[in-house]
T-cell receptor, first 113, second 112 residues
Framework: DADVTQTPRNRITKTGKRIMLECSQT?????MYWYRQDPGLGLRLIYY???????NKGEISDGYSVSRQAQAKFSLSLESAIPNQTALYFC????????????FGPGTRLTVL | GENVEQHPSTLSVQEGDSAVIKCTYS??????FPWYKQELGKRPQLIID?????GEKKDQRIAVTLNKTAKHFSLHITETQPEDSAVYFC???????????FGSGTRLLVRP
């Protein structure tokens, strides 16, 4: 689904570095999400946003922060990366109330050494 | 808190056989149950979903059943093909929530 894009697609960094993952969408959706995927753990919600003024913590927000720069852009930051943040990160969007399907970006594979 | 358990974690079937993946949810207020398929190296994509006002939904070779009393729902794939090989995730959402709670995933392998 090219309507939801993520950059970078792959990133290797070192412990203690600040990292930003970016998500953009052309679907016109207000709701955006950041998930982390680890083997055997499924998709876990980090943060979600209903609009540029509304940001909410998910189940595993510690060590992460987000910024909703515009309706179309939602960034995830790791202020000081640590090795157990090595994972596959997905951004997702969702349409208006009453429409529950979430549309995922292609993912960012992050490795923290 | 809200929780979705998914079984089995891995499933291997012969091409042409059926595959069944089961999920149990904890929040009795859940009313939306999607299934996502994630092929190797790709993003999760919705393949079928069901709402709590129906007990079963079919789309060609895939079907989902829901038992609200037992709080579990299942994905059924018939006449499996090698291209069905992927990781499948179930999820649940309550009407009052904006969050999907995902199961841990099932890796399905269809042997030619």
């Amino acid at each position: 689904d090219a309507d939801v894009t993520q950059t970078p697609r792959n990133r290797i960094t070192k412990t203690g570095k600040r990292i930003m993952l970016e998500c953009s969408q052309t679907k016109g959706h207000d709701r955006m999400y950041w998930y982390r995927q680890d083997p055997g753990l499924g998709l876990r919600l980090i943060y979600y946003s209903f609009d540029v003024k509304d940001i909410n913590k998910g189940e595993i927000s510690d060590g992460y922060s987000v910024s909703r720069q515009a309706q179309a852009k939602f960034s995830l930051s790791l202020e000081s990366a640590i090795p157990n943040q090595t994972a596959l990160y997905f951004c997702a969007t969702r349409g208006p109330a009453g429409v529950d399907e979430q549309f995922f970006g292609p993912g960012t594979r992050l490795t923290v050494l | 808190g809200e929780n979705v358990e998914q079984h089995p974690s891995t499933l291997s079937v012969q091409e042409g056989d059926s595959a069944v993946i089961k999920c149990t949810y904890s929040d009795s207020a859940s009313n939306y149950f999607p299934w996502y398929k994630q092929e190797l190296g790709k993003r999760p994509q919705l393949i079928i979903d069901i709402r709590s006002n129906v007990g079963e939904k079919k789309d060609q070779r895939i079907a989902v059943t829901l038992n609200k009393t037992a709080k579990h729902f299942s994905l059924h794939i018939t006449e499996t093909q090698p291209e069905d090989s992927a990781v499948y995730f179930c999820a649940a959402k309550a009407a009052s929530s904006y969050k999907l709670i995902f199961g841990s995933g099932t890796r399905l392998l269809v042997r030619p």
